[in-house]
DNA sequence: GTCTATAGGTAGATAGAC
DNA sequence: GTCTATCTACCTATAGAC
């Protein structure tokens, strides 16, 4: 261990500075997920949060690891609601994932990373790995496995598919009258189609 | 040898270079899908076009209307295959609208500029505006409105959702085993969804 | 029509003072 | 820990010579 290393994952408390680094952080994660990474400066950042832009660098070395730190935060839902999901009747696991899927998308916490790594997923292939982590690592473990059918993997990512391009439509394109649809009615509609998806014949 | 290029689209007919335009326009969509919007420079296509950076700016005013001019095209299929899709029988619409639009997917010619569209549409708002009227202009119109179903929109966006997020997956995001899958497996997976989007009660 | 030169900005990153 | 100052690199766009 040395005193100087602002190399770290997690977030080992330090006597340092005033929540100067969760305050980079979140300005992090707004400016990542209204810009997507080319557009985000890591000036604009240190703008946001009040910063110095050397400040940015002296926590977090790059541009990049600034990015790989702010989205962190959106595998914490994943991990921990995945259980949810695959736990349950299996003709119910099409609705479980619908919501959970479109929940996170709902609440803003949550939104501002995802929107973060979409974003970036297209034009970075740092950020487009993170995204493949993001769906492969626990959704197909979790829920693709267990249905013990053939073509269990490619089941699952089309089901991803139908959410994935739901979100891509109602939450980035914004895509009317699919924007300002009702939760409920989507939730009808698309839980079905996951179903049939994940179980069907 | 032909005299002057047909292959002109709202530009005044003169007398002007050879094919330089087009070589600029050919090599700005491809700079274009591979870099997105942000990250493909005037510069870069001048150099990749072989050409001068000041040449972009003449024929094309600014890197805006180098965009447009270079995604333009994507709307050609759109519109002339609408019709094959909306013509026929009411129950073979889900296999004919996926069947086209995996089909421009996989055609070299006209993935180029879906990719700049959809690389650029999540980080821009002029390209964003493109996509939707992509999506929304002939798709719906022609998909959507002789349903005569309640909610024929959300129904079409929904089941257009499906095969954009399929899209994403499998050839910007590149999830495997859906990357590599067979295209009448993936067609015979998305068509029956496609179908009930559409016409389910 | 094509190119040189340059204006005028913004970017990521670093060195070193306090 | 925090900031000032700066380096280097690249960008879009334009004016004007050939």
Redesign the interface.
């Known amino acids: 261990m040395n005193g100087t290393t602002p190399r770290r994952r997690g977030r080992p408390p330090r006597t340092e500075a005033a929540g100067t680094r969760d305050r980079i952080l979140t300005a992090a994660r707004e400016e990542f997920s209204a ?2 990474y ?2 985000t400066s890591v000036r604009g950042i240190a703008k946001a949060a009040g910063v110095d832009p050397a400040l940015v660098h002296h926590y977090f070395g790059s541009k990049e690891q600034v990015f790989e730190a702010a989205v962190e935060v959106a595998f914490a839902p994943a991990l921990n609601a995945s259980d949810a999901v695959a736990d349950g009747p299996p003709d119910g696991v099409g609705e479980r994932l619908t919501r959970f899927v479109l929940g996170v998308w709902e609440n803003p916490a949550t939104r501002t990373p995802l929107l973060a790594i ?2 970036s ?3 970075n292939d740092t950020a ?1 790995a993170v ?2 982590r993001l ?2 690592a626990q959704l197909m473990r979790r829920i693709a496995a267990p249905l013990d059918l053939p ?1 269990a ?3 699952a ?2 089901a ?7 979100a ?3 939450y ?4 009317e ?2 924007a300002s ?1 009702d939760l409920e ?2 939730v009808a ?2 839980a ?2 996951v179903q ?2 994940l179980t069907a014949a």
Not at 160 to 166: D, F, I, M
Not at 172 to 175: E, S
């Open positions: 810009r997507g080319e557009k979409v974003r997923a297209v034009n487009a995204f493949r769906i492969a073509d993997e490619l089941r990512e089309l991803a598919a139908q959410l994935v391009g739901t891509m439509l109602r980035v394109i914004r895509l009258p699919l649809a009615q989507l509609r698309l079905p189609v049939h998806h």
